[in-house]
């Protein structure tokens, strides 16, 4: 069985500072992803102004960057991968966000504890990389005072064979980090049966993207 420290270190190295350096010259010259934009859409339907944000598996920072220029008071990133964690914080800085901005490097399921509630929590294609996924969803409601926003993959055959063969990459790299296809279904139950309410939820083939107000 892959330990949770296993499967950190994996993401660490399969999303890397070339990787990182590589999605960030796309951002600077498109913008977010198509799938990261939609939530930014779904997020323009709520006030974030002076509001906090925690990002969890934040990457390059585009939702974060996108709620500081909103009027965001706030944003945590927190990300096992130190290449990516380096370029969020190198743009930070850029951008004199250094007392608006906190870094921190690891597993959300290790550091949440430490973590601040915040007004929204984020998980942009973060919940595939999970093998508990209630564990993380159960962990991120209780840190959500208004709003969950995220993204995760269509369940069913075809995406299977999509995760099967993600598996069977990161396998021949001998590398233990792997993508999950979770019951779509629970994901919202979860959620749901935790205070939020759906109040958008949409299709980026092959990504669920949804948003989540506590009732």
């Not at 006030?47 to 920072?61: Q, T």
């Not at 500081?68 to 927190?78: A, K, M, N």
């Not at 939020?196 to 083939?205: G, M, N, P, Q, S």
């Amino acid at each position: 069985m892959i330990t949770t420290a296993q499967h950190c270190c994996g993401a660490d190295l399969f999303f890397n500072t070339k990787k990182a350096n590589r999605e960030y010259r796309n951002y600077i010259k498109k913008g977010p992803s198509r799938v990261t934009k939609k939530i930014i859409r779904q997020l323009t339907e709520q006030d974030v102004e002076g509001k906090s944000l925690v990002d969890i598996g934040g990457g390059i920072g585009a939702l974060q960057w996108w709620f500081l220029e909103q009027g965001g008071q706030h944003t945590t990133d927190i990300d096992a991968s130190s290449g990516y964690l380096k370029q969020a914080q190198n743009h930070a800085m850029e951008r004199g966000w250094q007392d608006k901005t906190s870094f921190v490097k690891g597993d959300f399921m290790e550091v949440y504890s430490q973590v601040e509630a915040a007004n929204f929590m984020t998980l942009d294609k973060v919940v595939c990389c999970y093998p508990n996924f209630r564990e993380i969803l159960d962990a991120t409601c209780s840190k959500a005072k208004e709003c969950i926003s995220l993204s995760y993959p269509m369940d069913g055959i075809v995406s299977r064979l999509i995760g099967f063969m993600g598996g069977l990459f990161f396998k021949l790299k001998q590398n233990p980090f792997k993508p999950y296809i979770h019951p779509v279904t629970e994901i919202r139950s979860i959620i749901t049966e935790r205070g939020f309410k759906a109040v958008r939820r949409e299709l980026v083939f092959p990504w669920h993207v949804e948003t989540y107000r506590r009732t």
